[in-house]
């Protein structure tokens, strides 16, 4: 069983930068396609980007391509979010998710993923 830990949240100014990390234990990694998803206050959660295991093409939301990116270290079972030119509209509780043989239409929806963290706090003050 995979269980998930983000880290790297915190508070930034407009135009700032964090790096979010996933970090997988209790399990093989193997195969497992990881997303990022966000729950802004007071709104639904969205997806934000996922990577599949391959390391193949990066998947992201509109509102984020360009900015975002986000990458993996299969042998460390990490997941990262590397966040650039953040916005105040980026302010959200970000999740990471992951589970194993989603196909590319299933991965931008968050109820395809078996396995979530707890979520980390990203603040950007305007």
């Known amino acids: 069983q995979v269980q998930l830990i983000e880290s790297g949240g915190g508070t930034v100014q407009a135009g700032g930068s964090l790096r979010l990390s996933c970090a997988a234990s209790?399990?093989?990694?193997?195969?497992?396609?990881v997303g990022w998803f966000r729950q802004p206050p007071g709104k639904e959660r969205e997806f934000v980007s996922a990577?599949?295991?391959?390391?193949?093409?990066?998947y992201y939301a509109d509102s984020v391509k360009g900015r975002f990116t986000i990458s993996r270290d299969n042998a460390k079972k990490t997941v990262y979010l590397q966040m650039n030119g953040l916005k105040p509209e980026d302010t959200a509780l970000y999740y990471c998710?992951?589970?194993?043989?989603?196909?590319?239409?299933?991965?931008?929806?968050?109820?395809?993923?078996?396995?979530w963290g707890q979520g980390t706090q990203v603040t950007v003050a305007s």
């Open positions: 998710a992951a589970d194993r043989g989603l196909i590319t239409s299933s991965l931008r929806i968050g109820e395809h993923y078996d396995h």
């Open positions: 209790g399990g093989s990694f193997s195969g497992y396609t």
């Open positions: 990577l599949k295991w391959g390391n193949s093409n990066p």
